[in-house]
């Protein structure tokens, strides 16, 4: 919390006016029943006549209003002091969460990091808004009404003490049993936000799969569980207000019992009586208001705790020497082995191979053999966990992570496009790219069908997702948008594996024609889409099965021949 609280700074006359103000209304609130008292013992008991009790009704008029306007400002203080307080906040963690590797983004995953920027910052926003709030009425009123108490008399002080120390039990008390119970709530609450977002993104794989009873059974168990844990909750918390009003009863009981009898004896009046019972009730809820903010202010710290953490994390991305090794190839594997946990297995093992500028480099193999892991250490998205990658001589750590994802054309293995228009999602490859260029960026990709298809041309809407795009245009786009910035490095993450023979074909054409010559990466499961490779690294269980020419492979590598074989019976 003390991190986050110079998120405070800029609102420093906020922070201290909110409380200032609400103190002044608590100060009001607590003459209040002593203007009452003389009311009545002067004005009605006293004889001083209608007019007394009319002046002091209208000041009763004045405190109330002056009460109200010291609570609007306390609260618009207040108000902007958090806003403001949670903007900022949410400012750093955005700026955070953009500046964190792929490494530390899969340890955090998505659906937490949005929990992060939504529901922890607004409690953490309500907990700053409470406590300006209520730090200096609630406390004031309490203890204020108990020093009232005592003034008037000693034995009704004695009351008050006792009456909210048993308050003080009752309400903690319930709120200690409590916590845990609404921390289990929010976990179950999780739980069903995860589940219904996992629900909604695979709504299509579920319907294909006719899974749909399953899946509403198995989320109407976890509507249960959470239905069942804020039952629970709900139980504890209902003792609440039963008790505490059983206690303010019985010192209200015993106020006036004592009271009436010192009234009888003169020692005490009437209206100071009435004056007593006026501060128990008030006392009652204002220890609940406390109780509140305390639970407010716990779940506020937990919650900041948890943002905190974000704010401290570091991209875990190795920094080495920019120094260039002279004599080396343009591209270098040396050595590389990489694990995506300190306790995981290899993703990749030993894997050494060259390019040289301009050439053309296939990446096969099964299913999660390393190939997308070995293209995504070229732009240092991952650190490599032993070895070395090098482009131009110098290891990737040693660039500017900017300078070298401008280098690189990426075409990741899911094609995401994002809301927009096609043009604006194809200038995130290059942001004051012209129409033209993205044209030819199009055209190059084979997209210009897709453009053409659409009645807004490069104006057409990309809605989220894409979605009104099918895979394979998908993919031409994303293909189209590494071109846009002409990389000197192009990485295509099986990024045809959604289009037909022939577009793949004459996708490979055009990629060989480009005029600036990129040294292309081309993942694929296809042998087709890789033959004419200058160089082709086969993969297995991350290690490196054969390395050469389409030809040489099929000579030297079993897996490689299996593969092809299995696409080209005829050949066999
Ligand atoms: P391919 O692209 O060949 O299908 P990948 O390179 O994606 O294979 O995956 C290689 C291995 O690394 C797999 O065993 C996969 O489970 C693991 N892996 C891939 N991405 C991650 C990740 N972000 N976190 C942890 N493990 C991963
Ligand atoms: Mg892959």
Request: with cysteine; aromatic share 8%.
């Amino acid at each position: 919390m003390k991190k986050l609280l110079k998120y405070l700074a800029g609102f420093k006359a906020e922070s201290i006016l909110a409380p200032l103000f609400k103190f002044l209304e608590a100060c009001f609130e607590l003459i209040v029943p002593l203007v009452v008292s003389a009311i009545i013992d002067n004005g009605i008991t006293g004889g001083r006549g209608a007019s007394y009790v009319g002046w002091m009704c209208a000041l009763l008029v004045a405190l109330g209003a002056v009460g109200l306007v010291s609570a609007v400002f306390a609260q618009y203080f207040a108000a902007k002091a958090a806003a403001g307080f949670a903007k900022e906040l949410r400012h750093d963690l955005f700026a955070k969460m953009q500046s964190l590797s792929y490494a530390e983004i899969d340890g955090l995953g998505t659906s937490r990091m949005i929990t992060r920027m939504t529901s922890d910052v607004n409690q953490v926003q309500n907990g700053v808004n409470m406590v300006l709030r209520l730090f200096m009425r609630s406390p004031v009123i309490v203890f204020g009404a108990m020093i009232c108490a005592f003034m008037i008399d000693a034995l009704a002080g004695g009351i008050f003490a006792a009456a909210i120390a048993v308050l003080c039990v009752i309400i903690f008390g319930i709120l200690l049993l409590t916590i845990p119970m609404y921390r289990k709530v929010q976990g179950n609450l999780d739980g069903i936000t995860t589940y219904t977002r996992e629900a909604l993104t695979g709504a299509r794989v579920i319907r294909a799969f006719c899974n749909e009873d399953k899946e509403i059974e198995a989320f109407n168990a976890k509507n249960a569980a959470l239905k069942r844990s804020q039952t629970l909750a709900g139980r504890v918390s209902a003792l609440m207000n039963p008790l505490t009003y059983a206690v303010i009863n019985v010192a209200i009981i015993l106020l006036i019992y004592t009271g009436a009898i010192k009234v009888e004896a003169s020692v005490l009046t009437t209206g100071e009586v009435i004056a007593l019972y006026n501060y128990m009730s008030q006392i009652l809820v204002e220890l609940i208001k406390l109780a509140n903010l305390i639970i407010t202010v716990t779940k506020s710290f937990a919650c900041a705790g948890r943002l905190a953490e974000v704010l401290d994390m570091q991209s875990s991305l190795k920094r080495g020497s920019s120094e260039r090794a002279e004599g080396m190839p343009y591209i270098k594997f040396d050595n590389v082995s990489m694990k995506y946990a300190a306790d995981a297995g290899n993703a990749l093992t030993s894997v050494s191979f060259t390019a040289e500028r301009g050439d053309t480099i296939g990446v096969i193999g099964g299913t999660g053999s390393g190939k997308s892991t070995l293209v995504n250490l070229i732009p240092h998205f991952y650190d490599a966990s032993e070895g070395g990658v090098y482009i131009d001589g110098i290891n990737v750590n040693g660039y500017d992570d900017d300078a070298i994802r401008q280098k690189c054309g990426v075409v990741p293995q899911r094609a995401v496009l994002f809301n927009g228009t096609i043009a604006e999602n194809l200038r995130w490859g290059k942001p004051d790219a012209t129409d033209e260029e993205l044209l030819e960026a199009v055209k190059e990709a084979q997209a210009d069908d897709v453009i053409r298809a659409k009645r807004d041309g490069l104006n057409e809407m990309v809605e989220q997702g894409g979605l009104n795009f099918s895979g394979g245009q998908r993919q031409r786009l994303t293909i189209a948008r590494a071109l846009v910035r002409k990389p000197e490095i192009l990485i295509l993450d099986d990024s045809a594996s959604a289009l037909d023979y022939a577009t793949d074909a004459r996708l490979r054409q055009s990629l060989k024609e480009l005029d600036y010559k990129p040294t292309v990466f081309i993942v694929s499961q296809r042998t087709s889409s890789i033959r004419n490779a200058d160089k082709i690294i086969v993969l297995d269980h991350g290690a490196v099965a054969g390395i050469g020419t389409h030809e040489e492979l099929l000579k030297n590598c079993p897996l490689y021949r299996e593969i092809h074989y299995s696409q080209y019976e005829k050949e066999a």
